[in-house]
């Protein structure tokens, strides 16, 4: 099992850039593929990012790709968020979360997950 805490959430105005940090706990961080997830205000939770357990393979979305950056340091047990060019639509809760695969990107293929903090993107 693993905990997750999200950080570095916050008020940006569009074009700007944040950092996510997400810090697991345990001694088993580097066994799990990680994830970010993002759910707008009356929308669905979408996938954003996936990393792989060496941190040799990532897939983003569409969405945010080239802007957004997934990466992991398994020593700190943290995965990171990278996010450039941000636009009022990136806007919503960041969750990570930890899964067997960074190939599978839906919510069910991650098994545990962390409690979110808020990205809030101004035009």
């Known amino acids: 099992q693993v905990q997750l805490v999200e950080s570095g959430g916050g008020l940006v105005q569009a074009g700007g850039s944040l950092r996510l940090s997400c810090a697991a706990s345990?001694?088993?961080?580097?066994?799990?593929?990680m994830g970010w997830f993002r759910q707008a205000p009356g929308k669905e939770r979408e996938f954003v990012a996936t990393i792989s357990r060496s941190a040799m393979g990532t897939r983003h979305a569409d969405s945010v790709k080239g802007r957004f950056t997934i990466s992991r340091d398994n020593a700190k047990n943290t995965v990171y968020l990278q996010m450039n060019s941000l636009k009022p639509e990136d806007t919503a809760v960041y969750y990570c979360a930890a899964g067997g695969s960074y190939l599978l990107t839906g919510q069910g293929d991650f098994a545990f997950w962390g409690q979110g903090t808020q990205v809030t993107v101004s035009s």
């Open positions: 345990g001694r088993t961080f580097s066994t799990y593929a």
